[in-house]
């Protein structure tokens, strides 16, 4: 994966196509407010709800446009980005290869807001919530979508965790699905899945604190923690595609 000290490039797989579009962008990235799309057709600005933008905000602005946006760059630095569109050559009729490009499918339900990531294994529909809520309502928060809250078993999907921190400038535990709330002390997986008290997976394993029946993580620390559900939180929810 590419990623340069002021610019990040992305690809987005189109609306209309199961296939990958793969295309360099050749621009300087502007440091604009917001979003700035950019197309030979047409140029409306879009602004993100709350700055700083994520990649996932520039990509679900780029797929709402999908019949002109094939392409977006990320600045982590100042949370912005630009759309732009690309040439009919890469409309998404076939691959062009390059392992430089993150790629997000259609599989997921984009019009809700997730993105799939692929190069996390298997590849995961994932959806930021930057409001802070407590465990019911995060868990809520996700079934409105038929999602769930994440499930970190993968270095891969802590990595990604770590992204986003990179990318908001801020420190905050979110909520994960897993919990003991049906059997105190037994935490499992919201896919049913035990997550064992010695699991190196949790932050401290000789001091969890079985009564807190709730399971967190921080961004930057790959580790989970047990904690009260009625603390607010941020929240990742994970959408299982068919």
């Known amino acids: 994966m590419f990623r340069a000290q002021f ?26 407010i917001g979003i700035l799309y950019q197309s030979p057709y047409s140029q ?9 933008c994520l990649e996932m905000d520039c990509a679900r602005a780029c797929s709402k446009r999908s019949d002109q946006c094939r392409v977006f760059s990320h600045n982590p630095t100042e949370g912005t980005c630009i759309l732009s569109g690309y040439p009919n050559t890469y409309n998404g009729t076939y691959d062009v290869p390059d392992n430089s490009w993150d790629t997000y499918k259609t599989v997921c339900p984009g019009s809700k807001g997730y993105l799939e990531y692929s190069d996390i294994h298997p590849p995961m529909c994932l959806r930021f919530v ?10 809520e928060e996700c079934q409105k979508d038929g999602a769930r809250l994440v499930r970190v078993k993968t270095w891969e999907v802590w ?7 990179n990318a908001t400038g801020v420190s905050n535990w979110i909520y994960t699905g897993a919990n003991s709330l ?8 919201n896919d049913g899945t035990l997550l064992p008290l010695d699991d190196p997976l949790w932050q401290d394993t000789w001091q ?3 009564g807190h029946k ?6 930057e620390e790959a580790k989970l923690k047990a904690c009260s559900c009625a603390k607010n939180s941020r929240a990742l929810c994970q959408y299982d595609a068919a």
């Not at 930057?130 to 868990?139: H, I, M």
Request: proline share 3%; aromatic share 14%; hydrophobic share 40%.
């Open 159 to 165: 990595n990604f965790l770590k992204e986003i921190k």
């Open 7 to 32: 610019t990040f490039f992305m690809a987005l797989t189109l609306a209309m196509s199961a296939k990958y579009c793969h295309a360099k962008l050749e621009t300087v990235f502007r440091k604009e």
């Open 182 to 189: 049906k059997k105190e002390g037994e935490y499992r997986w």
């Open 208 to 210: 969890i604190d079985i």
């Open 44 to 52: 409306p600005e879009m602004t993100c709800s709350d700055r700083p």
């Open 214 to 219: 709730c399971v967190q993580t921080l961004y």
């Open 130 to 139: 930057k409001k802070w809520l407590n465990y019911t309502e995060a868990v």
